[in-house]
């Protein structure tokens, strides 16, 4: 067991017994998740949808809690996608207002740990309460590293390409020729940020919903059908024993 999971998890546990069978050497660096399923979880227990997202945020700080101490560098989680503006305007305003309250308690737990939290999307539409949030949390843990949040807020993949483009056609130095993947890569939301190595996507749906379309080119993908507001710990463990037992070819006849 790695000492930073020492303490953590309960010893004889069935936790422990499957943490036994992770290789620590071949650990994605980079975990995205598309965290799907609160309304359903609420609905299933007769309860309001937003009794979901709350549940939800739980599950955030298990996973949250749980990354970094197996190992995990980079977490990216879909939060809001530019497509959800389109749901009833109470459920978009207590997402959002949930997220304000989630951040105020939570960034001490963030600087206390040196957690750098990013935001990917695109942050001028996000409301002004939200924003003001985010942006004081970044701002706190810009110089962290020890273990990096990219939170997809109000985010659609194709758009950050097309923000790619504008941002490529107004530099005046890029000419079509110039341009290769390495380079437009400099101009997306990740830029510098290894692509995920792994995608899970709660719920059981199996679509990408928008989600970062260029980086996921080659990533591992796990769907599980367990409701995002019951992902735990031990889910975590799952995806990543499984993620082990993928032979990674990107296109050769064997792994690289
Ligand atoms: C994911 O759960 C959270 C967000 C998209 C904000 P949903 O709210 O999509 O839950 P379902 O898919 O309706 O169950
Ligand atoms: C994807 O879930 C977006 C987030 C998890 C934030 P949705 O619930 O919005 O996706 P669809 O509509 O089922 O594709
Ligand atoms: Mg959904």
Not at 75 to 83: G, H, M, Q, R, V
Not at 193 to 199: A, E, R, S
Not at 208 to 214: A, D, E, P, R, Y
Request: glycine fraction near 6%; include cysteine.
């Amino acid at each position: 067991m790695i000492e930073s999971l020492r303490g953590f998890i309960k010893p004889g546990s069935e936790e422990e017994a499957l943490i036994q069978k992770i290789d620590f050497s071949k650990l994605p660096k980079h975990v995205a998740v598309i965290m799907d399923g609160n309304g359903r979880w609420a609905k299933m227990r007769n309860l309001p949808r937003v009794e979901g997202h709350k549940a939800g945020l739980k599950a955030v700080k298990e996973i949250v809690e749980t990354c970094p101490r197996m190992g995990i560098k980079y977490l990216t989680l879909y939060a809001f996608s530019k497509e959800n503006w389109k749901r009833p305007q109470k459920e978009v305003k207590t997402l959002w207002g949930l997220l304000a309250n989630y951040l105020k308690k939570e960034s001490s737990v963030l600087v206390k740990n040196e957690f750098r939290l990013n935001v990917i999307g695109q942050m001028e539409q996000i409301p002004e309460r939200t924003k003001k949030e985010l942006v004081r949390v970044m701002d706190m843990t810009r110089n962290y590293d020890k273990f990096i949040i990219n939170l997809a807020l109000n985010y659609s993949g194709r758009s950050e390409i097309v923000d790619a483009v504008k941002k490529i056609l107004d530099t005046d130095r890029i000419k079509g020729n110039d341009l290769n993947e390495e380079l437009f890569s400099k101009y997306i939301y990740t830029s510098g940020i290894p692509d995920p190595d792994l995608l899970i996507r709660t719920s059981g749906e199996l679509r990408i919903s928008n989600f970062l379309l260029w980086q996921i080119a080659y990533s591992e993908i796990w769907v599980t059908p367990v409701y995002w507001p019951d992902f735990n710990r031990r889910n975590m463990i799952e995806a990543i024993l499984e993620y082990q037992s993928r032979e990674r070819r990107f296109g050769d006849i064997k792994a690289g």
